[in-house]
């Protein structure tokens, strides 16, 4: 999923989209199927298949990612603090996706004192905005805001903070084998966020 290659890339896209499209079939039960029945009357099969295409694909491309950085943060020595507060804190730290999709204006609007004409692409720089937000003060842009607010975003955050009640349990005396400030990133560009090339720990301290 994580490649520079285009092809590669679309190829695990068209996977996951035939993913969401399987699971959509007549008579499965499932995520899709309570999906389904949460979203108003005269949704439309488009929308649908996006909506679920979006919970597999977008929340493996960015849970990954983040759970790598919520690791080694767990790891380095810092003050524990509550997992939701500390999933929360690395979310906005090292955002995985750091620019939203392109969206374009409708009508002629006035935003920060600059008129933008109907049909002008925008693009939200997340990541900008959330290094403005100091620690602490929510809501940030992680998750994005309003009608386009992540149709994962609760998962992915139960998902890291049990990653963190399990480490924090099952391995007390963990710890990173190099400092935070060593650890190597990667990054393919585009709206995917950086990672972490290697993550070397020492799981018994």
């Given at each position: 999923m994580h490649s520079p290659d285009p092809a590669v890339a679309g190829q695990a896209m068209a996977t996951f989209a035939g993913l969401?499209?399987?699971?959509?079939?007549?008579?499965?039960?499932?995520?899709?199927?309570?999906?389904?029945?949460?979203?108003?009357?005269?949704?439309?099969?488009?929308?649908?298949?996006?909506?679920?295409f979006t919970l597999l694909f977008a929340g493996q491309l960015t849970t990954d990612p983040a759970a790598g950085f919520l690791v080694a943060r767990l790891l380095d020595g810092s003050?524990?603090?509550?997992?939701?507060?500390?999933?929360?804190?690395?979310?906005?730290?090292?955002?995985?996706?750091?620019?939203?999709?392109?969206?374009?204006?409708?009508?002629?609007?006035?935003?920060?004192?600059?008129?933008?004409?109907?049909?002008?692409?925008?693009?939200?720089?997340?990541?900008?905005?959330n290094a403005t937000i100091p620690a602490g003060v929510t809501p940030d842009l992680t998750f994005g805001a309003g009608p386009h607010y992540c149709t994962g975003a609760h998962l992915a955050q139960l998902e890291l903070q049990t990653l963190v009640t399990v480490l924090r349990s099952d391995y007390p005396h963990a710890c990173l084998d190099i400092p935070f400030s060593e650890l190597r990133h990667s990054s393919s560009g585009g709206i995917s966020g950086s990672r972490l090339m290697t993550l070397p720990v020492r799981l018994r301290g």
């Open positions: 969401a499209a399987s699971a959509l079939e007549d008579g499965r039960d499932g995520l899709a199927a309570e999906l389904r029945a949460a979203l108003p009357d005269g949704t439309s099969a488009e929308d649908l298949h996006y909506f679920v003050p524990q603090i509550p997992a939701a507060d500390l999933v929360r804190d690395v979310l906005r730290q090292h955002p995985p996706a750091p620019f939203s999709l392109w969206r374009f204006t409708t009508t002629e609007i006035e935003l920060s004192g600059m008129t933008l004409p109907a049909g002008s692409p925008v693009l939200v720089d997340i990541a900008g905005i």
